[in-house]
């Protein structure tokens, strides 16, 4: 079956533009999480969504970063005011329910990049 | 913030022989999951142990966990070309039942 997919699988957008990244999850996953990586380091939890409830958004850096899951499915991440920090690959992961019990299951990743 | 380091930060072996991977985190854990990443994209599962486990085998991967040094290994025997990847441990904490907390990796080169 589908895996999870991410679109853009790329972007380059200019410092202080407005981008936003999706992710299409597994279908019947109810979990979702975002996830950032930069050059040569591990992936870093941004938010996760329980349904259409972001149940744990401890790792969004600041209010520039926002993201969405209107319907439970298909979530956006969201960054305003973009700064050549937030140039990273964003990943989005899904899992059948938000538990230690299920494997969460990655996309290929957004790779962004601010000019 | 991370949780984990892992070490080596690279290894280079050839091909057939083993790779043994560390990684330690600071907190206490409901379990540690180790990820491979090729093309520093999409991250695979690998191997899953829980924190009342000691060690796990899948394949030709074989994962201890040494809770009170809060330390885990991946060994990966008989190498081959293509298990050329970086490889992360990942923690997920007791009571949170959402995010991992990965380590930094360790990028594993094996020869032809």
């Known amino acids: 079956g589908a895996g999870v997919s991410q679109t853009p699988s790329n972007k380059v957008t200019e410092k202080g533009k407005y981008v936003e990244l999706r992710c299409d999850p597994i279908s019947g996953h109810t979990a979702l999480y975002w996830y950032r990586q930069s050059l040569g380091q591990g992936p870093e939890f941004l938010i996760y969504?329980?349904?259409?409830?972001?149940?744990?958004d401890s790792g969004l850096p600041n209010d520039r970063f926002f993201a969405v899951r209107p319907e439970g499915s298909v979530s956006t991440l969201k960054i305003q005011r973009t700064e050549r920090g937030d140039s990273a690959v964003y990943l989005c992961?899904?899992?059948?329910?938000?538990?230690?019990?299920?494997?969460?299951?990655f996309g290929p990743g957004t790779r962004l990049t601010v000019t | 913030s991370q949780q984990g380091e892992e070490d080596p930060q690279a290894l280079s072996i050839q091909e057939g022989e083993n790779a043994t991977m560390n990684c330690s985190y600071k907190?206490?854990?409901?379990?540690l999951q180790w990820y491979r990443q090729n093309s520093g994209r999409g991250l695979v599962h690998l191997i899953l142990?829980?924190?009342?486990?000691r060690e796990k085998h899948s394949g030709r991967l074989r994962v201890t966990l040494d809770t009170s040094k809060k330390s885990s290994s991946l060994l990966i025997t008989a190498s081959r070309a293509a298990d050329t990847a970086s490889y992360f441990c990942?923690?997920?904490?007791?009571?949170?039942?959402?995010?991992?907390?990965f380590g930094q990796g360790t990028t594993l080169q094996v020869k032809p």
């Open positions: 142990i829980r924190s009342n486990e």
């Open positions: 990942a923690t997920q904490r007791p009571g949170n039942t959402g995010k991992l907390i």
């Open positions: 969504f329980q349904g259409t409830g972001a149940a744990d």
């Open positions: 992961a899904s899992s059948l329910q938000a538990s230690p019990t299920y494997e969460q299951y």
């Open positions: 907190t206490s854990i409901n379990n």
